[in-house]
């Protein structure tokens, strides 16, 4: 019996923290608040110093690249990346080399998965061959594989017939569909928000409704198909608006926003430096303040980082030739604490149930939050914690972050999984 007791913490009950314990065995919680268990043979006992135990954080939007890109990141950095941001269950896009679009592929990358992955890494199928927006691919005998959902992430999918096809066989197999929404006739080579900054910049630009009249369609097709449909990295107030009168109408639509299009806009772009080229970009100011209140009223519902590493190299150059893409598994949770908690605009179980309970929520997943017989996954944050982000000192191999530099506070020290320890701040 592997029993491990986790004491000298704080949790959040009914939106109090208060002082607790928790109790695993066989990486399951046991007991909540309980005393030391006795004659169970060894005791593995952590002492939290102090500080707020929040469930492991749940992330519905990664990039892993491998297999394929293993020079931007592998399962094993990623995975330890997202430990070290308090992330304990990630689902993995499938823009890989090969794409997890058949039975064989889907095998190969949780057999990836099952050899390094330090905490759990749900694979997404993708909607088509290839991500080539074609051929529809067999989701039931991907699903019957373990995909946790399905999406061509990085590209729209431009044929609506595809779509709606998709969307059909998801409903019947009772699986979500989650899309990147991007009308490819709108882009327009564009690398930043077509707004103002672009044109100060002399950067081509993205105008918002390349992402707001896919989402405008997609919705219309899930109420159609009878399908749960879920919306990434939301960016722009149209899209917003879409989604709200989405709800309103009663389809089953949920979506997801990042903290860059949170935390920044498009006026916060310095210069013509990759590490702010992002799809979908940052936006205007009233864009951001659509999206804080979008989360406030629930029509946004969770948070997701959309991790996306790239090399140096790739990054170096201006925007025109870079990927697209930020990191954000280890910034996520001190960022926003800082910028919005701190400040007493959200309360830390809103951020918390944000980040946690509410993405596990969306995508059937038990994990999320605390309770006994539930699984074992932790972050241990220290709130007091204040720390300069050092994008050298990043566990991802990915550098790219515009938040290099940037003073934050609330940084885990420890994350747990399965009653194991993924993560553990240095001395
Ligand atoms: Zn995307």
């Known amino acids: ?100 679009d058949s039975v064989e592929n889907m095998q190969l990358i949780n057999g990836l998965i099952k050899d390094s992955a330090v905490i759990r890494v749900l694979p997404y199928g993708s909607l088509t061959k290839d991500i080539s927006g074609e ?54 080579d564009g690398v930043m928000h077509e707004g103002k900054r672009n044109v100060e910049l002399g950067l081509p630009g993205i105008p918002s409704i390349c992402e707001s009249v896919q989402i405008a369609r997609d919705v219309l097709l899930a109420e159609a198909a009878g399908a749960r449909y879920h919306v990434c990295h939301v960016s722009s ?18 979506a997801e926003v990042c903290p860059h299009h949170l935390l920044l806009e498009e006026m916060d772009v310095p210069s013509d430096d990759a590490n702010w080229k992002m799809n979908p970009p940052l936006r205007a100011a009233d864009d951001k303040d659509s999206l804080h209140a979008a989360l406030l009223d629930g029509t946004i519902d969770c948070i997701a980082t959309d991790h996306a590493p790239h090399t140096v190299e790739e990054k170096c150059c201006g925007m025109v030739g870079a ?15 800082t910028a919005y908690v701190k400040t007493g605009k959200w309360t830390l179980q ?36 204040e720390m300069i982000i050092d994008a050298e000192g990043f566990v991802s191999k990915g550098r790219n972050t515009p938040f290099n530099g940037r003073v934050a506070q609330g940084w885990p020290v420890l994350t747990i999984f399965e009653g194991n320890i993924a993560y553990q701040e240095a001395e």
Request: with cysteine; charged share 25%; glycine share 8%.
């Open 1 to 100: 019996m592997a029993i491990t007791y986790i004491q000298n913490i704080k949790r959040l009950v009914d939106g109090e923290l208060v002082d607790g314990t928790v109790t695993v065995e066989d990486g399951k919680i046991i007991e909540l608040d309980g005393p030391m268990p006795e004659n169970q043979g060894i005791i593995q006992v952590i002492d939290g110093s102090g500080n707020f135990l929040s469930p492991g954080f749940v992330d519905v939007h990664t990039h892993l690249r491998e297999p394929g890109f293993e020079h931007k990141e592998t399962i094993a950095t990623g995975s330890a990346s997202a430990a070290r941001g308090g992330f304990t269950t990630i689902c993995a896009m499938p823009n890989t080399k090969p794409v997890p």
């Open 323 to 337: 990927p697209f893409g930020i990191v954000g598994f280890e910034t996520a949770f001190p960022l926003l604490y």
């Open 135 to 188: 051929e529809r691919t067999d989701m039931e005998a991907l699903k019957a594989e373990g995909a946790v959902a399905f999406s061509d992430d990085g590209i729209g999918i431009q044929l609506a017939s595809t779509m709606y096809e998709q969307m059909k066989e998801a409903a019947r197999l009772d699986m979500i569909v989650v899309a990147h929404c991007e009308d490819n006739s709108l882009i327009y």
């Open 237 to 254: 107030k149209e899209s917003v608006r879409a989604v709200r009168d989405a709800k309103a109408a009663g389809i089953r639509v949920t």
């Open 350 to 385: 809103q951020l918390v149930d944000w980040m946690a309970a509410k993405p596990a929520e969306i995508f059937n997943l038990p994990y999320g939050k605390i309770e006994v017989g539930a699984s074992a996954d932790f972050t241990i944050i220290n709130l007091e914690k």
